[in-house]
Every structure is written in C-alpha cells, then in structure tokens.
C-alpha cells in the first residue's frame, strides 16, 4: 500500500508543470500507450493471416519449381501451402485462447463483485464458503451467498436461484445488492425480507419488458417460471439465532461429534409466485454457543446423485467432518470430496456451502437453555426435505 503524507502547500516552481497539468500529461500518455497497443495487437491479428496467404500465393505465381508437374516440385508445393495453413490454423488458436483468458479474467471479476469471498472472522464468528457451478467452466451461477456484520448483529442470506445462465446470474445480483443495503438499514429480519422480495419483483417486471416479443430478444428463462428460495439468518450479540426461511433447506447445527438441523418449521413460499403474508412470523432458533457452528447449504447438496440414483448423504458426511472438532476449512474440504465423490465429479446443480463458527469468548450459560435448538437425531435428508 502506498501512503501520501501531507505536507504544507507549494507554489508552482518554474519549468515544472502544475499537478493538473502533470496529470493530464500522465494520462494523455497512457492513453497513447494504450491505444498504440491495441492498434498493434489490431494489425498483428490482421496482417499475419495476410501474410500467410501472401506467402503462398507469391510461392505459386511467381517461383518456377510450383510451375513444374514433377512429383518433387508438387511435394514441395503440398509442404508449402500446408505450412501456410497450420500458421493460420495456429494463428486463430492463439486468438480464440487470447479471448478465452479475458473471459476468463471477466468472469472472475463478476464472480468477486457477486460473490466476493467473505472474510475469515466477522465479528467473532469464522467463516469459510464454497461455491461450484454445474455448468462446466462457468465460475457463477444462480446460488447467492453473503455474510455482513451490522448494528443489529451479523446478517446472513443464502439463496437459489431457479435456472441457470446469464439470467439467474441477473437475479442473484438483484437480490444481493438489495440485501447488502436492507441489512444494515432495517433494525428487524422481516422488512429485510420485504425489501428482497419488491426487488425480485421489479427485476422481473424489466425482464418482462426487457424479453418482450417486440424486442427480438430470446430469452433464458420463462420469467413466469422465476422464483428464488432464500434463507435469512441473524446472530446477535450473545449468540442469538433468528430466521426467515422462504423455501429453503434449513442449516444444520455443528458441534464436535454430530449435526443436527437447526429447525423444522415449515417454511414460507419461495420469493417470486407468491406475495408475502401480512405476518411474517420469524423463528427463534436458540443460541450459538462457542464452539458451535452453522453449515448452510443449497439444495444442489442434497440433491446430487451417483450412478444408482441415490442422493448425496449429507448429514453422514457432515458426521465425518466433525468427528474431531469443528473446524469451517475442514468442514468444507471434506464434504466437497465426499460430494464429488458421490456424484462422480457431475454435478446438475450449482452447490454453495458457507459455515459460521462461533469464537466469541464468553456466550450463554451452559444448560440446555442456552444451546441452538436442535430439532432431532436422526436428521437423515430424505426426512426433512
């Protein structure tokens, strides 16, 4: 990092240009600079595939040995033009490869702003998050995911979006920004929620106006058909738990040992075919106690399948991951592995996977008051799915 120190003022010393116009010299410079390089890159990628072809055409008009029929002077004239044609073909690799790594280096940069990767400790909680997609080379796609520390505790959303493509990736950015703004504006979960769901509303209402026949557009997915399952969590000061499930598989509790589900409470309708209820009852989930952690989940966890059609067995692999202690990274390592294992490295859903573990020192008093709620022991996933 580079710091600039404050210093008194000065005046302008002669023969040395102004800030300003030093400035704007810079930066005529590296215009010039820039714009120079593409021109360059704009004729090589040009001018070599001409003078490939040149090459081979001045070879067959002008050289007397491509005149003769002779079986020497038409194997020298096959190597000729085969080399003029492996250069262009090489030629064109070379650019294709080129436009892949930009669209490489943008998708990366879309995948930091969408989902950029949350910090390891926010506000005494640990936290470690994961992310693959199910379209193969594709770094984002329609699971959202984000973690921030506010006044009224540390919010978390998780969500998925129906669909894939540039379309579902539209929605999670909508959502997403919304939500960084409403979880630090709204003292309560419920006008957080609100908020999300006019956001998914008006969204869908451009792309309806957006892929209107009139506008010749295809589009990706039938907005009609759009909605989005998300799972609003709080942790207040002294470990304190509160959700809002809109049709979401709920997190699972992680103690050294075991995991149990968080909750059972039928959960309220995905956020897009239906309104919202007056009443948006949110549910007191307990304490997270030191110690103790969170694992939450898209349903493309649940729901990957081996070769026989059998579903992933989350809650075993979530076992095996706490067997020693809770630890977010190893949690994650493991259940990854056993997941791709499962599946067979073929996975037809995009899977997020975040973990938040309590390290604040202190917390609620020991006793059965104090813990998060578990709500059975024997969560197997085909049960409360």
Same mark, same amino acid.
């Given at each position: 990092?580079?710091?600039?120190?404050?210093?008194?003022?000065?005046?302008?010393?002669?023969?040395?240009?102004?800030?300003?116009?030093?400035?704007?010299?810079?930066?005529?410079?590296?215009?010039?600079?820039?714009?120079?390089?593409?021109?360059?890159?704009?004729?090589?990628?040009?001018?070599?595939?001409?003078?490939?072809?040149?090459?081979?055409?001045?070879?067959?008009?002008?050289?007397?040995?491509?005149?003769?029929?002779?079986?020497?002077?038409?194997?020298?004239?096959?190597?000729?033009?085969?080399?003029?044609?492996?250069?262009?073909?090489?030629?064109?690799?070379?650019?294709?490869?080129?436009?892949?790594?930009?669209?490489?280096?943008?998708?990366?940069?879309?995948?930091?702003?969408?989902?950029?990767?949350?910090?390891?400790?926010?506000?005494?909680?640990?936290?470690?998050?994961?992310?693959?997609?199910?379209?193969?080379?594709?770094?984002?796609?329609?699971?959202?995911?984000?973690?921030?520390?506010?006044?009224?505790?540390?919010?978390?959303?998780?969500?998925?979006?129906?669909?894939?493509?540039?379309?579902?990736?539209?929605?999670?950015?909508?959502?997403?920004?919304?939500?960084?703004?409403?979880?630090?504006?709204?003292?309560?979960?419920?006008?957080?929620?609100?908020?999300?769901?006019?956001?998914?509303?008006?969204?869908?209402?451009?792309?309806?106006?957006?892929?209107?026949?009139?506008?010749?557009?295809?589009?990706?997915?039938?907005?009609?058909?759009?909605? *989005?399952? !998300? #799972?609003? &969590?709080?942790?207040? =000061?002294? @470990?304190?738990?509160?959700?809002?499930?809109? +049709?979401?598989?709920? %997190?699972?509790?992680?103690?050294?040992?075991?995991?149990?589900?968080?909750?059972?409470?039928?959960?309220?309708?995905?956020?897009?075919?239906?309104?919202?209820?007056?009443?948006?009852?949110?549910?007191?989930?307990?304490?997270?106690?030191?110690?103790?952690?969170?694992?939450?989940?898209?349903?493309?966890?649940?729901?990957?399948?081996?070769?026989?059609?059998?579903?992933?067995?989350?809650?075993?692999?979530?076992?095996?991951?706490?067997?020693?202690?809770?630890?977010?990274?190893?949690?994650?390592?493991?259940?990854?592995?056993?997941?791709?294992?499962?599946?067979?490295?073929?996975?037809?859903?995009? *899977?997020? !996977? #975040?973990? &938040?573990?309590?390290? =604040?020192? @202190?917390?609620?008093?020991?006793?059965?008051? +104090?813990?998060?709620? %578990?709500?059975?022991?024997?969560?197997?996933?085909?049960?409360?799915?």
């Amino acid at each position: 990092m580079i710091r600039i120190k404050a210093g008194p003022p000065r005046g302008p010393r002669p023969g040395v240009p102004s800030r300003g116009r030093l400035g704007s010299v810079v930066a005529r410079g590296v215009g010039h600079d820039g714009r120079g390089s593409r021109r360059l890159r704009r004729a090589f990628t040009v001018g070599l595939p001409a003078a490939w072809g040149a090459t081979a055409i001045t070879y067959k008009l002008t050289c007397p040995l491509a005149q003769q029929h002779a079986l020497g002077a038409r194997i020298v004239g096959s190597a000729v033009f085969l080399a003029a044609g492996a250069g262009l073909l090489l030629h064109v690799r070379h650019a294709y490869l080129r436009e892949l790594r930009q669209a490489r280096r943008v998708a990366g940069a879309a995948q930091s702003v969408l989902l950029r990767p949350p910090p390891p400790w926010i506000d005494g909680l640990r936290v470690a998050a994961a992310q693959v997609s199910a379209d193969r080379g594709a770094t984002v796609g329609g699971d959202l995911y984000e973690v921030i520390a506010t006044e009224h505790g540390v919010r978390i959303v998780m969500g998925d979006v129906r669909g894939h493509g540039l379309a579902a990736l539209a929605t999670a950015a909508a959502v997403l920004g919304s939500f960084r703004e409403a979880a630090h504006d709204e003292p309560e979960l419920a006008p957080v929620l609100r908020r999300l769901d006019r956001t998914l509303a008006r969204h869908l209402r451009e792309r309806v106006r957006a892929e209107h026949p009139s506008s010749g557009r295809d589009p990706d997915n039938p907005v009609a058909e759009e909605f *989005v399952t !998300l #799972l609003l &969590l709080e942790v207040g =000061r002294e @470990g304190e738990l509160r959700a809002l499930n809109c +049709g979401h598989p709920w %997190p699972y509790l992680l103690k050294r040992g075991g995991a149990v589900p968080l909750d059972r409470t039928e959960p309220l309708p995905p956020l897009g075919p239906f309104a919202l209820p007056e009443d948006l009852p949110v549910t007191d989930c307990g304490r997270l106690l030191p110690g103790q952690a969170l694992f939450l989940h898209t349903d493309g966890a649940e729901d990957a399948r081996d070769a026989h059609g059998r579903f992933f067995p989350l809650f075993a692999a979530l076992t095996e991951a706490v067997r020693d202690d809770v630890v977010p990274q190893t949690v994650l390592r493991t259940v990854f592995a056993a997941l791709l294992r499962h599946a067979g490295a073929r996975l037809t859903d995009d *899977v997020a !996977l #975040l973990v &938040l573990r309590n390290d =604040r020192r @202190g917390g609620a008093p020991s006793g059965t008051r +104090g813990n998060a709620r %578990p709500v059975a022991t024997d969560p197997h996933p085909a049960n409360h799915r």
